[in-house]
């Protein structure tokens, strides 16, 4: 089905230095977190200035969503056990998954968003699905760099609306068999 995951999400996932963890209402201050930082609300769908009540009925959306098998969103770990951030996997009304993340400062340039990416994708496709998508915001050259990390591919632009303004899109796909650097 087109709008459901081929699996329920694991509670948890682990990976190379990161340990990710479907999100929960507690998890809150990453959400207000990320919502306050200016090149997230610039290079991704986050919404601007959450606070712990917008916070928390965000994270219920999104544990609705695992519930129901449309996606998650899932809290980043390091090794240390901090949290630097969130990623998540959703249908997003598409054919194919799309994986997406945002790191706070701390988790960034450690290769975390790219080993959340890569698990993200790799669970997806162990499930059967045939390909995962992840968009990029035209001109964000990181998450271009972590698309290409994660083995995806550039295959076309797109234009979407986000907070009432319509932007361009790269999407990238990632297949099974794909190369990974």
């Known amino acids: 089905m087109a709008d459901t995951l ?10 190379d230095r990161t340990a990710l963890r479907l999100i929960t209402p507690d998890d809150w201050p990453v959400e207000v977190a990320l919502s306050a930082l200016p090149d997230v609300l610039r290079w991704t769908r986050y919404p601007p200035g959450l606070d712990e009540s917008t916070a ?15 996606g998650g969103r899932y809290v980043v770990r390091d090794s240390a056990g901090s ?5 998540g996997i959703a249908m997003n009304g598409q054919h194919d998954p799309e994986v997406f993340y945002a790191l706070l400062p ?9 080993a959340a990416t890569r698990r993200l994708t790799e669970w997806a496709l162990d499930v ?8 990029t915001i035209l001109g ?4 271009e760099a972590v698309a290409r990390r994660a083995g995806y591919a550039p295959v076309a632009t797109e234009t979407a609306t986000i907070r009432d303004a319509a932007v361009r899109l790269r999407r990238w796909e990632r297949r099974p068999g794909d190369r990974v650097h």
């Open 106 to 114: 701390a988790g960034r340039g450690r290769g975390l968003a790219t």
């Open 128 to 135: 059967g699905h045939d390909r995962v998508v992840l968009k």
């Open 56 to 70: 928390r009925a965000r994270i219920e959306t999104r544990v609705r969503g695992a519930a129901a098998g449309s």
């Open 83 to 87: 949290t630097v951030g969130t990623a």
């Open 6 to 15: 081929r699996a329920p999400l694991p509670a948890e996932l682990t990976g």
């Open 140 to 143: 964000n050259t990181a998450s």
